[in-house]
C-alpha cells in the first residue's frame, strides 16, 4: 500500500502540484495498479535477462558534420525567448540543482 | 460517386489522369468537414488555406504533365495532432501545447507530401496519446461516426472517426498499446500498427518511445498497403528506424495467395472476457482464411494476455515520466508565472496535464524510483522480455495470428472514464503486440446486432506486414471494404 | 593529548569536453563560446517535441582513444541512460549518459608526486551530452536584479566524457598532478581543449578523512573549481575543516559542498535537495551501442606515443634529467619539434639546453608557436650544430634566432643581417678591432709595455673589450694571440 505521504513525494519528484482531492484519488488508483503488477509475481521471470536480446537495431552514427539550424528565427518567434536572446526563469541563486 | 466514397488509389488515380482536380478534392472535404464536425469534433486544426495552396501546385502540375509518378497525388490526409508540420500547432490534445507552433516536419509529413498528398488538418486525440476513447481531450471528445453517443476509441480516435465519416480515405494515428487498432476496430475502418521500427518517429511526440509506432487508418487494404509504401522509410534521424529493405507492399498484395498460410488462433483469448459477437467475428474471420486454402492452428500464449497489462503500465508510464519531463514552461508551451522556479514548474505541470496524463506519469516516476525500480521497473522489462519469448515461440509454428482487437464493442461516451483501469483494459489483446514489437492491423468485420462496427486482429511476426496485409485483402474480398458511417451524413 | 594520526583520501570526477565539430547527438556546432545567446541551437538540442537524438561517430572515437591511452577495458556493448532531472539549463529535463554499461571500465595514470612516480586507477569513463548555461547577468554585463535567471542553451548538448578515478589520491598536491596529467594527455590525444578556466575540462571531487588503520571516512564532494589552483586550495580547505571537525571528536556530514573562490571557503549547498533520485533508466531513443573491433583497433593505432612514455625513453635515450624530460614533453608539439630537430643532426645536449631556454622563452613571449613552428627544424639544426662546434658563440647563436623569429627568414640571411658569419670574424676585422681598442687605451698599453701586467688583469682587460666590440664572434686564444703579437710586435 501506498501512503499519502509516498504520493505527495513522488508528485514533488515529477514537479507536480497536486490538490489533496487529487492527491486522494491518485492514492486509490496507485493502489489498485499496484494490485495488478502484483501479476508479474507469477511468472517465471527469475533467469530472464530482459538486456540481452536479438538486436534489429544498433545504435547507428552519424558522421561529424556541422549544420546549421536555418530556422533560429522561427524558433525565436515561438519559443519564450526574450530579447537579448534567453529564456527567462525565475532566479535560481541561492537555489542548488 | 461523391469524392467522400473515393478511395485513396482512386482520387490518386482520377487527379493523376487529370479528371478530378485537386482542388475539387479538397473543397468537397472541407464541405464534408463543415458539414460534420461540430457533431463529430475529429480535428483540433484545419489546414484549409494550406490545403488548397498545396491542391492548386497539384493542379499546375498535373496541367504541365508533371507529378504523374507521385502515388499519392491529390490526397487528402489527415494526421493526429502529436506529429509535427512545420508551422502549425501540435498540440497532442493537451492544455500545456495548445499554443505551441512546430518550426519543423516529422519524417512522415515529409514522405507524405513528397508522395503528393495534401494535408487537411490536424485530428483529435486524448492527451498525449494517453487514453482509449479520445475523451481526454483538452478540446473535447470525438465521437463515433457509427454512434455519436458512443467513443471513437483511442487515442487516434479523431483519425479513425476522420477515415469513418468520410472527411478523408487515409489518416494516420500512433500507436502505443493499442491506439490505432483499437479506435480503428470502434469506428469501422482498417488501422495497422506496423513493426516497431518499420516507420520513423521522428516528429512523433513521444509517449513511449520504445513502444509508438505510426500507422495508417483506411478504408480500403490496398490504401493500407499503398500508405505504408510511401511511409515506411529509413530515416537517420530516428536511431531506433530500422535500416533493411522494406518491399513494395501494394506488389505484395496483387493477386494476394494464402494457400497454406498457417494462422494460429489462441484459443484462451475467446474465452471469458470477450464480447460473444466479437468472439463469433473472429471466428468468422479464421473461416474466410481457411476457405482461401490457410491451415488453422491452435497456439498457447501462456500467461501474456495477464501479464501485458501490469507490464505495459510499468513500462510506458516510465518512459511517458521522462518525455513528459520537459514540458516545464521554460522554453516553449503553457507556463504559470510564479515567482521561484519550483512553483514555475509546478503550477505549469499541475495545470497543463489533464488527469489521465498525471496519474501515468506519477506511477512511472514511482516505478522508476529508487527503491522500486527493480520490483516494478525491472520486473516490467523481465516480462515485456518474456512476452516476446512467447510470442516468437508461436511464430515458429504459424504465420500469423488472429485474435480479437478488442474486448467489447464501442462504449458510451462517460461509461469508463471514471474508471481507468477498465478502461486500460480495452486495450488488453493489443497491449502485447506493441510489447514484442510487432505489426498487427485491426480489420473491419462488419456490424453487429446493434449497428456497431466489429474488427479482427491479425498479427505476424517483426517485418512481415506483407502476410497481414495478403490476410487482410482475404478478408475483405469476402466481408467487402469499410463502408462510410452513417454519423458523416 | 595523544595526536592522532589523518589520511586523506581524494577521488576526482573529471569532466572532459571533446574536440568534435559538432554536438553529440544533433549536427549544431560543438563550438558555443562567444556564440550569440541561443543561436547554437537546433528543435533536437533544445529538446523540442517529437526530436530524436543521433549518435556523433567521432564523440565515440574519441572515448574510445581516450580509454586506450589509459589502458581502460573497452566495454563492446555500451549503453545510454537517462538521468532525469528538472533543471532549467538541462532541456529536456534529463540527461543522457552512460550508467551501468559504460564505454569503458579500468585503467590508470602515472602522476608525479613527491616521491616518484604513483598510479591513480580510473573506475570508469563514459560519455554523455553536457547542459547549458545559466547566466545571472546578461552579456553587456547587466545584473537583471535577483528576481530573473537566463539560460542559454548553445552548450547544450556539446559531447563530454567523463573519467571517475578510484579513490587513490592523498594529497591536494597529487590531485593537481592527476589533472595536470589528465590535462597532458587529453591534448596529446587532441580530444579536447583540456582547459579547466574555460570550462572544457571540468573537476569535481571527493574527499574524505580517517584515522590511520581506521576504515574509510564520511565523503564530501566538492564542486566549483575552475582552475587548478582552486583545486587545490578547495582541497587543502576541506582537509583542514575535516580534520579539524574530527579532532574535536565531531562527525563530517555527507553532502555537497561548493567552493567559493573569493573567500576561500568551501560552502555546504544546502541539503533540500531531496536526495537525488535520478530514476535512471535505458534511454530507449538509442539502441544498444555496439563498437567493432576494427574501430578499437583504428582508435589504438591511432595513439601517439603518450606523454609518460615519452618522458620514460628521453629519460632513458638521452639522459636528460627529469626536470628536462618533463618540460620537453609537456606538450606534444613541442616534443615532437625537439625531435624532429634532433633528427635532422642537431646534437642532443645543446638541443636540449637550447629548447629549454631559448625555445621555451620565445614561446612564452609570443614569438614562438609550437603548433606551427616558425623555424624549420633542419634551420635549428643548424645553428645549435655550430654553436656546439663553436662556429658561433652563444650570443651570437641567440642574435641569429631572433632575427629568424623577427624578421621571419632563413639561417643565412638572418645570420647575414646579424653580422654574424662562421668561424668568428675573418682575421682583416679582428685585426682593425684589436688595433682600434689598442688606440683607444693607449694609457693601459702603456702600463703594460712597461712591465706592471704581472697578474696578467690588463691583458685580460683589454680581450675583453675586444670580445665585446666582436660580440663574441672572436674565439679567445685568436683575440690573446692577436693582442700579443700587437702590443710587442
Known sequence: ?97 | ?489 | MVSRKYVTVIGLEVHVQLKTNSKLFCPCSSDYIGAKPNSNVCPVCLGLPGTLPVLNKKAVELALKMSCAIGGNIQKESRFHRKNYFYPDLPKAYQISQYDRPISFGGKIPIRTADGKKFIGITRLHLEEDAGKLVHATSDGRLHGFSSSYVDYNRAGVPLIEIVSEPQISTPEEAKEYVLALRKLVRYLGVSDGDMESGSMRVDANISMNEEGQPLGVKVEVKNMNSLRALQRALEYEQKRQMEILSSGGVIIQETRHWDDVRGITVSSRSKEEAHDYRYFPDPDLPLLVVSEDLIEKMAKSIPELPWEKKERYLFEFSMSEEEAEILTSQRELAQYFEEVLASGAPVKPLVNWMKTEVIRSNKEGKFDFNNPEINPQALAKLVKFLDEGKISNTAAKDVWLVMLDNKVGLEEAMEKAGVTLGGLSAEKLESIVSKVLDQNQDVVKEILEGKDTKGKKIKFLMGLVMRETRGQAKPQNVEEMLRSKLHG
Open chain 1, 1 to 97: 500500500m501506498i501512503n499519502k505521504e509516498e504520493v505527495e513525494r513522488i508528485a514533488g519528484l515529477i514537479k507536480l502540484e497536486i490538490t489533496p482531492d487529487e492527491a486522494d484519488s491518485l492514492q486509490e488508483h496507485f493502489n489498485k495498479i499496484l494490485g495488478y503488477f502484483e501479476l508479474l509475481g507469477n511468472l517465471p521471470l527469475e533467469s530472464v535477462d530482459p538486456f540481452v536480446g536479438d538486436e534489429d537495431v544498433i545504435c547507428p552514427m552519424r558522421g561529424d558534420d556541422v549544420s546549421r539550424w536555418d530556422n533560429v528565427m522561427a524558433l525565436n518567434e515561438l519559443a519564450n525567448f526574450n530579447e537579448e536572446g534567453y529564456f527567462e526563469v525565475p532566479s535560481i541563486l541561492g537555489e542548488d540543482n
Open chain 2, 1 to 489: 460517386m461523391s469524392v467522400r466514397e473515393l478511395s485513396a488509389r482512386e482520387i490518386a488515380g482520377l487527379v493523376k489522369r487529370g479528371e478530378l482536380k485537386a482542388t475539387e478534392v479538397v473543397r468537397a472535404v472541407f464541405d464534408e468537414i463543415k458539414n460534420n464536425e461540430k457533431k463529430l469534433n475529429a480535428l483540433i486544426t484545419i489546414m484549409e488555406e494550406r490545403a488548397l495552396k498545396r491542391a492548386e501546385l497539384i493542379d499546375e502540375k498535373v496541367a504541365k504533365g508533371q507529378w504523374k509518378e507521385k502515388a499519392l497525388l491529390g490526397v487528402p490526409v489527415v494526421l493526429k495532432d502529436n506529429i509535427c508540420v512545420e508551422g502549425y500547432p501540435t498540440t497532442c490534445g493537451s492544455k500545456m501545447l495548445k499554443k505551441w507552433i512546430s518550426p519543423y516536419n516529422a519524417g512522415i509529413v515529409d514522405y507524405l507530401e513528397e508522395a503528393g498528398t495534401i494535408l487537411i488538418g490536424k485530428s483529435n486525440m486524448d492527451e498525449f496519446a494517453m487514453g482509449s476513447s479520445t475523451e481526454h481531450s483538452a478540446f473535447g471528445p470525438t465521437s463515433n461516426p457509427w454512434d455519436l453517443e458512443r467513443v471513437p476509441g483511442g487515442s487516434s480516435g479523431g483519425s479513425a472517426a476522420s477515415v469513418a465519416a468520410g472527411y478523408v480515405p487515409l489518416a494516420f494515428g500512433s500507436d502505443t498499446g493499442g491506439s490505432i487498432r483499437q479506435p480503428a476496430a470502434f469506428c469501422g475502418v482498417h488501422g495497422m500498427k506496423p513493426t516497431y521500427g518499420l516507420v520513423s518517429r521522428y516528429g512523433l511526440v513521444a509517449f513511449s518511445s520504445s513502444l509508438d509506432q505510426i500507422g495508417p487508418f483506411t478504408r480500403t487494404v490496398e490504401d493500407m498497403a499503398l500508405a505504408l509504401d510511401v511511409i515506411a522509410k529509413h530515416d537517420y534521424r530516428d536511431s531506433t528506424c530500422w535500416t533493411g529493405n522494406r518491399p513494395s507492399y501494394s506488389e505484395a498484395i496483387l493477386n494476394a495467395n494464402i494457400k497454406g498460410m498457417r494462422v494460429g488462433v489462441v484459443r484462451d483469448f475467446m474465452e471469458e472476457g470477450l464480447d460473444d459477437e466479437l468472439a463469433q467475428a473472429v471466428e468468422k474471420g479464421l473461416g474466410i482464411l481457411v476457405e482461401n486454402g490457410a491451415i488453422p492452428v491452435d497456439l498457447n500464449l501462456g500467461d501474456i494476455k495477464e501479464c501485458a497489462l501490469p507490464c505495459y503500465y510499468i513500462i510506458a508510464p516510465a518512459e511517458a515520466s521522462s518525455n513528459l519531463a520537459r514540458y516545464d514552461g521554460v522554453r516553449y508551451g503553457l507556463r504559470e508565472d510564479a515567482d521561484n522556479l519550483l512553483d514555475q514548474y509546478i503550477k505549469t505541470r499541475g495545470k497543463g496535464f489533464g488527469d489521465e496524463v498525471k496519474r501515468r506519469i506519477m506511477i512511472g516516476t514511482f516505478v522508476l524510483s529508487s527503491g522500486y525500480y527493480d520490483a516494478y521497473y525491472l520486473r516490467g522489462l523481465k516480462a515485456r522480455k518474456y512476452v516476446c519469448e512467447k510470442f516468437k515461440e508461436a511464430f515458429s509454428n504459424v504465420d500469423v495470428i488472429v485474435m480479437p482487437s478488442t474486448p467489447t464493442p464501442p462504449f458510451k461516451k462517460g461509461e469508463l472514464v471514471g474508471d481507468p483501469i477498465q478502461m486500460y483494459l480495452s486495450d488488453i489483446f493489443t497491449l502485447p503486440v506493441n510489447l514484442a514489437g510487432l505489426p498487427g492491423i485491426s480489420v473491419w468485420m462488419g456490424l453487429n446486432s446493434t449497428g456497431l462496427p466489429m474488427a479482427m486482429q491479425i498479427i505476424a511476426p517483426k517485418w512481415h506486414e506483407v502476410r497481414i496485409l495478403k490476410a487482410a485483402a482475404k478478408i475483405e474480398e469476402t466481408i467487402g471494404a469499410c463502408p462510410l458511417a452513417p454519423g458523416g451524413e
